[in-house]
């Protein structure tokens, strides 16, 4: 087709040997092959270069996928983002890239890509860890949030800042246990520095941890950890109980029927808006709690 462009050439951006050398460099072979890209599939020519005096010196031109991967990086990319941002599942990523103009990709494949983008977040937060100390200590340091999720034997230990949403470090660990995460908190130590305070729940694995990393360091307990766990042990049997009454009452039933008739209806008067209200407060106090569940 006379529109057709043909293959995005690409060669180093290096066009001699080294200083010392200053020969150009020989065109050692080309690649032409398909990629997968973010949204259309993309024919590329690699061109790989050398110098003749210096035969094991081949440059080649930035890579636009991993190692033997036909799929690039800025599908990497759009995977891990529908996948870990918009919480996507595998079938539904791979129907939305299709309507975007990839053939159909293989799901398995996709789950692949997802786990190379977690990856690769990974290894770039771990290589930027001293632009992160520089970024905090301008800041004027960073709040721990520490807490451990999962069961004995695989759980994830979260370290975040408590004055942003940046998380520090996420790594697996068998048990919230002293000997467990004391490594955890050095590795953070040396790359950060110490933080300003901690927050930890009740566990006396992760107090105790702290203190041995950080002696004079101010650990407060999370509020939420205290509170659920009072509640839970001051009021879970009752609550139990109640709920149970409540529900073979019928009075949620009747509270929406309520609230139904008030809207419809559209009263002005004080007695009509402040009943609407009540009805209102109480059929919304499980999304009040935002997913915590009993006590909250």
Not at 34 to 57: I, K, M, N, T, W
Not at 66 to 72: A, G, H, L
Not at 88 to 101: A, C, T, V
Not at 179 to 189: H, K, M, Q, T
């Amino acid at each position: 087709m006379l529109n057709d462009p043909g293959p995005l050439r690409r060669e180093p951006h290096q066009h001699a040997c080294t200083p010392n050398c200053g020969r150009p460099l020989q065109v050692l072979k080309t690649v032409t092959r398909d990629l997968v890209g973010a949204d259309r599939l993309v024919p590329v020519q690699e061109v790989f270069r050398y110098c003749s005096r210096h035969p094991s010196r081949v440059l080649s031109p930035d890579p636009l996928t991993p190692w033997k991967s036909n799929y690039t990086f800025a599908l990497i990319a759009e995977v891990g983002r529908q996948r870990f941002f918009v919480h996507r599942q595998f079938s539904e990523i791979r129907d939305e890239l299709h309507k975007g103009g990839l053939p159909l990709l293989p799901t398995r494949s996709l789950q692949h890509l997802a786990d190379r983008y977690a990856l690769l977040t990974t290894a770039v937060h771990l290589e930027s860890l001293q632009t992160l100390a520089q970024f905090l200590r301008d800041r004027g340091g960073y709040a721990l949030l520490i807490d451990g999720t999962g069961k004995a034997g695989r759980m994830t230990l979260q370290l975040s800042d408590g004055w942003s949403p940046l998380v520090l470090l996420s790594a697996t660990f068998p048990k919230e246990s002293r000997e467990a995460l004391v490594p955890f908190l050095r590795f953070l130590d040396a790359a950060l520095g110490p933080p300003v305070s901690a927050t930890r729940d009740l566990s006396k694995g992760i107090d105790e941890a702290l203190r041995e990393v950080w002696p004079d360091l101010l650990i407060l307990s999370c509020h939420q950890h205290f509170l659920r766990a009072e509640g839970t042990k001051l009021f879970k049997r009752y609550f139990a109980r109640f709920r149970h009454v409540v529900e073979r009452s019928g009075a949620k039933k009747e509270l929406r029927a309520l609230r139904q008739r008030l809207r419809q209806e559209g009263g002005t008067c004080r007695e009509v808006r402040q009943t609407l209200a009540w009805a209102e407060e109480i059929l919304s106090s499980s999304r009040a709690g935002k997913g915590q569940g009993f006590p909250f």
